[in-house]
């Protein structure tokens, strides 16, 4: 048994404890760049509307205690697209949540920008049409560095939301 | 597989030595790393309890409160903290090492499965409590954890809607998540501490208190580090701020840089693989299949010997079946028993000088039966100077010499102390040497402690008093230590040749 | 004519303890009347062995009862057993060392051995254990 030995010993530990407790540290991002967060959950239109029942029928129904609507669960998938400065840097289909397909659909992206101004579009297309979009936003920021930039998404209060 | 295991074993032994001169034999602490494993858990629990009467839940109220400790009371909760940490730290040390040794010096195959197996939700477990203490300090590194674990949940289809969304920015942390992380943080360990429960239920007497030396020096040192370098905070989180660099505490966080270079699902994947790999270990390549201990009731009274020495829990004592005026009866679980003959050794019946009729202990290994044993100690006497009962994990190999006859045991501890009695008092040889593993290191776990402390007429069955203690050397050494053996075995020859001179 | 002929006193109260004093007085007996029938030496040697493992055996169970029942007088009875065991084994040596026996004196020995120790060790435990 050495004392000595044992202390020199005890005292690495300790030292291996500490240091790899805080250190080397990490860089997780450049703290010059801007980072844009894209998150939203939308339910999109279903595939297929719903077929239209008569009201005697809707009212058979209701007196059952039936759904009074009949409908193909599945829905779209959800179209996004992110525009920085004309460019598109983000375009994506969300396919809907849940074993049906009937859920909403969630978009969450995140993508490191230069710091500074820009000018970003967001749009988004919920229904079957084929082209053009049913939510659009456009807006000129000042994105600062080190900072997040969120766009979200809310269909009752009128679409995207910048941040 | 073997290779990577012999190279490991091989590797420990090395960085070992150095421990085993500085602590002893005894003490190092490569032979508690289980049990620091307890100790650093209970002195985790103990600070996170002070802690917790300081801390206020709230996403505002948190990185106050822990600023409060770390600075106001420095000398009591500031400590504290720093302890909390740093000791959370040193059980992920011990018990990764813990891990390796266990793999590499195979304490895990066929029926010891049990420990290895529940051992994994337990790591799980570890690091699931570590993330969450450094969630709830809601510092920047909290912020980067908190974005970065939920990104990676996310991945997995659990939720309907992002739970990432809970921190997307400063307007949408809800006071409810942050409760949710503290019910983690608390009820974590506590489940974990029913997990380690289980975790030792087919090891008799577990060792899950390190010795006091051990306690008190790393305690000490852990505390010393707290004083000199405070656990801090890094910076309030602010969920509108990208974090930039941060102070990682690597032991917990490692693999989470992994997530800015391998797409979470695929992460997922790997961990699930890991884990998958590790649960199969004590299967692949598949162990031998050993008979387990075999009772027989002829030779048995119920003594409990066997009962009280097994290391396994194999053996449990079951109402008399045989009709016999006798209460009890040793009944081996075959699924448990590691055959490690430690019960034979503990046997009252396993006497070499009963000779009328065959040689048949009340219990007994059918594959290494002690009729054998007596004959290979019998054999050649007259040639042989010293006999050498040795351990099949040690490197005996090199023993092998004129005058010295080695006789191989699945343990030591399966060596009955009559047998040290009946080769000396009946001539068969001069001396006789007990060669096993490190103490506190046994293979078979209490094999050589159960051994030192029969030949010292401390546990039945005692060594016969009139054996003379010179002719017996016991010699524990960890595994590659031929040459240590071997001048072990030289210096007790010489030994001998002085006694027989006198 | 038994050597040891089974008393009461004998008795400690356990069915277990009680059947294996009358199966080693039973051994015991049997070793004398062999050896009044001049017994070869080697079958004397091979009971005694046989003695000793149950003897053995024997102890180990009263020790166990012993401790269960946390009896004070353990360690004196503990140390007792110790020494028939290690005087029994010399006895086996010796006999085997000489390669004759000396069956006057062996007769003795195994009665007053065990007949004195079931009339003081064994006697007490009985009373202790009610």
Not at chain 1, 5 to 13: D, G, I, K, R
Request: aromatic residues 12%; glycine residues 6%.
């Amino acid at each position: 048994m050495n004392r000595v030995v044992q202390a020199f010993l005890y005292a690495a530990f300790a030292a291996f404890v500490g240091y790899l407790s805080v250190a080397p540290a990490y860089q997780y991002a450049d703290p010059e760049i801007a980072v844009i967060k894209l998150s939203l959950s939308h339910a999109a239109e279903r595939v297929e509307a719903c077929v239209k029942l008569t009201p005697q029928q809707i009212n058979e129904r209701a007196m059952k205690g039936e759904p009074i609507n009949e409908c193909e669960r599945e829905r779209l998938p959800l179209a996004v697209e992110l525009d920085v400065d004309g460019a598109t840097v983000l375009s994506l289909a969300a396919v809907p949540s849940g074993l049906w397909k009937d859920g909403p659909a969630s978009v969450y992206e995140r993508l490191a920008i230069d710091a500074g101004v820009h000018t970003i579009t967001a749009r988004l297309r919920d229904s079957a049409r084929e082209t053009g979009w049913d939510y659009a936003y456009s807006e000129e920021v000042s994105l600062a560095p080190g900072r997040y930039f969120t766009i979200t998404f809310r269909a009752e209060n009128g679409g995207f939301e910048f941040r | 597989m073997e290779l990577i295991k012999r190279a490991l074993a091989h590797a420990f032994a090395r960085f070992e030595a150095v421990f085993e001169y500085a602590f002893g034999q005894r003490n190092t602490p490569f032979a508690w790393l289980g049990a620091l494993g307890w100790y650093f858990y209970w002195i985790v629990a103990a600070t996170g309890v002070y802690l917790y009467i300081f801390f206020d839940t709230g996403i505002t109220d948190a990185y106050a409160s822990v600023e409060y400790m770390t600075h106001d009371q420095w000398y009591a909760a500031g400590i504290m903290r720093s302890l909390h940490r740093y000791a959370s730290d040193a059980l992920v040390v011990v018990v990764v090492l813990h891990i390796f040794r266990e793999f590499a010096f195979d304490r895990l195959r066929g029926r010891r499965f049990f420990a290895w197996l529940t051992g994994l939700p337990l790591l799980a477990f570890i690091y699931l409590c570590g993330i969450s203490g450094y969630w709830l300090v809601w510092d920047q590194l909290a912020q980067y954890i908190a974005v970065a674990t939920t990104e990676w949940l996310d991945t997995l289809p659990l939720f309907g809607e992002p739970i990432a969304n809970n921190f997307l920015n400063s307007t949408t942390l809800g006071g409810r998540f942050f409760t949710l992380m503290v019910f983690i943080h608390i009820f974590g360990p506590l489940f974990m501490l029913l997990l380690m429960w289980v975790h030792i239920q087919r090891h008799s007497q577990a060792k899950v208190n390190p010795p006091r030396p051990l306690a008190i020096g790393t305690l000490a040192v852990l505390v010393i580090l707290s004083l000199v370098f405070p656990a801090v905070s890094q910076g309030p989180a602010d969920l509108d701020v990208v974090p930039a660099e941060l102070g990682f505490d690597w032991f917990y966080l490692a693999g989470y840089p992994l997530l800015d270079l391998v797409p979470g699902g695929q992460l997922w994947l790997y961990l699930f693989a890991a884990f998958l790999v590790l649960a199969v270990l004590p299967w692949i390549p598949p162990a031998e299949r050993v008979p387990a201990a075999a009772v027989n009731l002829e030779n048995c009274n119920g003594c409990t010997r066997c009962f009280d020495d097994c290391p396994f829990g194999a053996i449990n004592m079951v109402p008399r079946s045989d009709g016999r005026a006798y209460e009890s009866e040793p009944v081996v679980n075959v699924n448990q028993c590691t055959s490690c003959g430690i019960c034979v050794g503990s046997c009252p019946t396993s006497t070499p000088f009963r000779r009328s009729g065959p040689l048949q202990p009340g219990i007994e290994l059918p594959d290494r039966s002690i009729a054998d044993l007596r004959d290979e100690l019998v054999a050649g006497t007259g040639e042989t100077r010293v006999i050498v009962f040795a351990c099949d994990t040690g490197d005996t190999d090199e023993l092998e010499q004129d005058g010295v006859k080695v006789i191989r045991l699945p343990c030591v501890g399966m060596l009955p102390p009559s047998f040290v009695d009946f080769a000396l008092a009946r001539h068969h040889a001069e001396g006789v040497m007990i060669a096993g593993c490190a103490e506190g290191d046994c293979q078979h776990r209490l094999g050589n402690d159960w051994t030192i402390e029969r030949m010292a007429r401390r546990r039945d069955p005692y060594l016969r008093q009139r054996v003379d203690e010179r002719r017996l050397c016991l010699s524990w050494l960890p595994r590659d230590s031929t040459r240590r053996r071997q001048r072990a075995l030289a210096e007790f020859r010489v030994t001998l040749s002085e006694i027989d001179d006198e | 004519m038994s050597l040891i002929t089974w008393k009461d006193e004998f008795s400690v109260g356990v069915a277990a303890v009680d059947l294996e004093h009358r199966e080693l007085i039973e051994l015991i007996n049997g070793l004398d009347g062999d050896m009044q029938e001049h017994a070869t030496q080697t079958t004397v040697v091979e009971t005694l062995g046989e003695i000793y493992a149950r003897i053995s055996a024997h102890f180990a169970l009263e020790e166990k009862i012993m401790r269960d029942a946390g009896y004070d007088g353990f360690a004196a009875h503990k140390q007792d057993h110790e020494r028939l065991l290690d005087e029994l084994l010399d006895v086996i040596d010796s006999v085997d060392d000489a390669g004759r026996y000396d069956r006057a004196g062996l007769s003795r020995d195994l009665d007053r051995w065990f007949s004195e120790h079931f009339r003081t060790h064994d006697a007490r435990l009985h009373q202790k254990l009610g």
